[in-house]
């Protein structure tokens, strides 16, 4: 089953432009929810993180937005680079057991 | 420092034969996991092991085993291949804080079963 909820498919953004990929989840034993990047050929890496007692985290030109009520999280990419071109993965974790459990991936493109 | 090295990058085989994937770490990590990343489907977990001679089951782990007999070590094993079994395989490894749980992940093994 899928506990973990990401859209959109992919996304294409004009350079300069603002990215935004949302994500939803089911278990609230979830207690860590990690953005990864994923270049062609490559391996996920960790981008930027958040546990639930914020509701706002950012990091240059990341931000993930944290709503625990509604059990969703976004990850928002200001002034969009064509170099952030990549798969983006959100994921969660947490009920002790450190398993990652992850989206289906949003393919983002961001044109020159 | 070289991570998470998976071997083989690449492979092919015939239905019905074996193979087994290696994931090394050296960077001391407890826990280490294997995932396969099907278009469309995101990554989606095999088998995961929380510590040497441990292992456990994960979203899909039909067709496949593992082992952890060293702590720097997580093998997966495919006994008989299907052609259900072409994916992209990562492993990743992480030692959860307090603060993060980061999983650091390999570059990937790429099989196709004919």
């Known amino acids: 089953q899928q506990q973990v909820k990401q859209s959109p498919q992919s996304l294409i953004v004009q350079k300069g432009g603002i990215s935004i990929i949302n994500c939803a989840y089911e278990?609230?034993?979830?207690?860590?929810f990690p953005w990864y990047q994923q270049f062609p050929g490559k391996g996920p890496a960790l981008l930027i993180a958040?546990?639930?007692?914020?509701s706002e985290k950012k990091e240059g030109r990341f931000t993930i937005s944290f709503n625990k009520s509604a059990k969703q999280f976004s990850l928002h990419i200001m002034d969009s680079q064509p170099g952030d071109s990549a798969t983006y993965f959100c994921?969660?974790?947490?009920?002790?057991?450190?398993?990652?459990?992850f989206g289906t991936g949003t393919r983002l493109k961001v044109l020159a | 420092n070289a991570g998470v090295t998976q071997t083989p990058k690449f492979r092919v085989l015939k239905t019905g034969q074996s193979m087994t994937l290696l994931c090394a770490q050296d960077?001391?990590?407890?826990?280490m996991y294997w995932y396969r990343q099907d278009p469309g489907m995101g990554l989606r977990l095999i088998h995961y092991?929380?510590?040497?001679?441990?292992?456990a089951k994960g979203e899909v782990p039909d067709g496949y085993n593992v082992s952890r007999l060293k702590k720097q070590n997580f093998l997966l094993g495919l006994e008989s291949a299907a052609p259900s079994q072409t994916s992209v395989y990562f492993c990743?490894?992480?030692?959860?804080?307090?603060?993060?749980?980061?999983?650091?992940f390999g570059q990937g093994t790429r099989l196709t079963v004919v």
């Open positions: 990743a490894s992480s030692s959860p804080t307090r603060t993060t749980t980061e999983a650091f």
């Open positions: 278990n609230t034993a979830f207690d860590y």
């Open positions: 958040i546990r639930p007692d914020v």
């Open positions: 994921a969660a974790s947490g009920q002790g057991t450190y398993k990652y459990i």
């Open positions: 960077m001391n990590h407890e826990y």
């Open positions: 092991s929380v510590g040497e001679g441990t292992t």
